[in-house]
């Protein structure tokens, strides 16, 4: 898919001060999130802005320089460990203090759940910002969808609980969401090194979790880009159009 052989149809939203939208893109790898989101910024240049909205650092254009510091040194640990041939018991197995005193101990846990937390509303407020200056802000993937916030299991961490559940109850939502739609099988051509069952498991934990966000469109992605920019791209007039008027 060519993004320069994509022309749209549709003229871009004017801005307007205060009255910005934010376009979350969401869907299973292969599903063209990216690609769809660098054709509207190359055909609306004027109006919009992009905000990576996923959970990895590496790819982040707006992040905090803890989450890059934390990141780089759960890396180090992490190569640290695999060159280690002792092989430490599993957390559940060890003690309050020994858990505080080793690498990815309580301490750890919390403090990286509370730059997890800082990280998610930094990027929250950087959209909002550029929604109050009027932009249509472009969001790669979004927190609420990263996570499977409807999970309940009685052996997930507290931390991962705690954390779900802030997501879940005040997190804020992005005006639209596009979900990128195709048959896991499809996707699976596209992202050689995912199975099926797994891309299957993404399309699901997305639909088990519409009900958390308000404006929800799907689309088929086996359409052709410019047919899927295109209709993107009405969709958010529409949006804005709708909301003008009332």
């Known amino acids: 898919m060519d993004i320069k052989d994509t022309s749209l149809s549709v003229a871009a ?4 001060a205060l009255v910005g939208v934010s376009v979350a893109f969401v869907g299973p790898d292969g599903a063209g999130k990216s690609t769809v989101v660098e054709s509207l910024l ?5 109006c919009t802005r992009f905000v990576f909205m996923g ?17 780089r040194r759960k890396r180090q640990r992490l190569e640290k460990m695999l ?14 203090d020994q858990q505080t ?15 997890r937390l800082a990280e998610e509303w930094y990027r929250a407020i950087v959209v909002g910002i550029f929604k109050l200056r009027g932009f249509v802000v472009l969001c790669d993937r979004h927190f609420i969808f990263e996570h499977r916030l409807e999970s309940s299991e009685s052996n997930e961490l507290l931390s991962v609980r ?21 048959d896991a099988a499809f996707l699976q051509k596209r992202k050689m090194e995912w199975p099926v069952e797994h891309l ?27 047919v899927v920019v295109d209709q993107v791209a009405n969709e958010i007039v529409q949006y804005r159009s709708a909301r003008d008027r009332n």
């Open 13 to 16: 939203p004017p801005r307007k």
């Open 42 to 46: 190359s055909a609306w240049p004027g």
């Open 55 to 71: 959970a990895g650092i590496d790819q982040a254009n707006y992040s905090l320089p803890t989450s890059r510091w934390l990141t």
């Open 83 to 96: 060159e280690d041939p002792e092989v430490l018991p599993p957390a559940r197995l060890l003690s309050n």
């Open 101 to 115: 005193k080793i690498s990815g101990g309580r301490i750890v846990k919390i403090v990286g759940l509370l730059n």
């Open 162 to 182: 705690l954390h779900n559940w802030l997501l879940r109850r005040f997190y804020p939502r992005p005006d639209i969401v596009v979900f990128l739609d195709a």
């Open 200 to 226: 299957e498991y993404q399309r699901q934990t997305i639909i088990k979790q519409r009900p958390l966000v308000g404006h929800l469109v799907t689309i088929d992605t086996t359409q052709p880009l410019a």
